[in-house]
T-cell receptor, first 114, second 114 residues
Framework: DGGITQSPKYLFRKEGQNVTLSCEQN?????MYWYRQDPGQGLRLIYY???????QKGDIAEGYSVSREKKESFPLTVTSAQKNPTAFYLC?????????????FGSGTRLTVV | AQSVAQPEDQVNVAEGNPLTVKCTYS??????LFWYVQYPNRGLQFLLK??????LVKGSYGFEAEFNKSQTSFHLKKPSALVSDSALYFC????????????FGAGTRLFVKA
């Protein structure tokens, strides 16, 4: 089945540690996105990528980094500079960044600082 | 600038009764409108979208939404609610002015009581 796989489902980070969240899609979608979800705040865009080897900052990119070396993969690193990283992280993809395309979402990674 | 509002944090309805989840939007050009549903600790699932054409759009699981240009609204409806419809619902909007961005509302939690 085609879809998006996020791993791990749960992740615990110690203070000062960098962690990487995985996102893989087999939908042959060009565009991929990372969102952060906090209770009552909806989804906020962290980074997006329209094509391999290119990505752009979203609304809350500080403390995060990404790479897009392959079309299928768009990993997100939460760095120690992100002071409040506890949240639910969602990866999504779409056929293109044209406005009429809906998104396919992964099942999410819940990150907790310990 | 694009924006989307979901005026109700929570909607309560009895099983078998009709349900409505409200959404209003603001865009520069013609709107592209989406509804997604999220179950606990899961990613968002696409329900339906409006791009052009008939103002009443039918989607998954018996849901439909009505596009009203004069009121800039895109309310989600279902004639007869099920307990299993209980979830978090997100409205999203983008436009046809060439930008890529899809903006998500803050979400409305739907409780269907047996």
């Amino acid at each position: 089945d085609g879809g998006i796989t996020q791993s791990p489902k749960y992740l615990f980070r110690k203070e000062g540690q960098n962690v990487t969240l995985s996102c893989e899609q087999n939908l042959n979608h060009d565009a991929m996105y990372w969102y952060r979800q906090d209770p009552g705040q909806g989804l906020r865009l962290i980074y997006y990528s329209q094509i391999v080897n290119d990505f752009q900052k979203g609304d809350i990119a500080e403390g995060y980094s990404v790479s897009r070396e392959k079309k299928e993969s768009f990993p997100l690193t939460v760095t120690s500079a992100q002071k409040n990283p506890t949240a639910f992280y969602l990866c999504a993809s779409s056929a293109a960044t044209g406005s009429g395309y809906g998104y396919t979402f992964g099942s999410g990674t819940r990150l907790t600082v310990v | 600038a694009q924006s989307v509002a979901q005026p109700e944090d929570q909607v309560n309805v009895a099983e078998g009764n009709p349900l409505t989840v409200k959404c209003t939007y603001s865009v520069s050009g013609n709107p592209y409108l989406f509804w997604y549903v999220q179950y606990p600790n899961r990613g968002l699932q696409f329900l339906l979208k409006y791009i052009t054409g008939d103002n009443l759009v039918k989607g998954s699981y018996g849901f439909e939404a009505e596009f009203n240009k004069s009121q800039t609204s895109f309310h989600l409806k279902k004639p007869s609610a099920l307990v299993s419809d209980s979830a978090l619902y997100f409205c999203a909007v983008s436009d046809n002015t060439g930008g890529f961005k899809t903006i998500f509302g803050a979400g409305t939690r739907l409780f269907v009581k047996a």
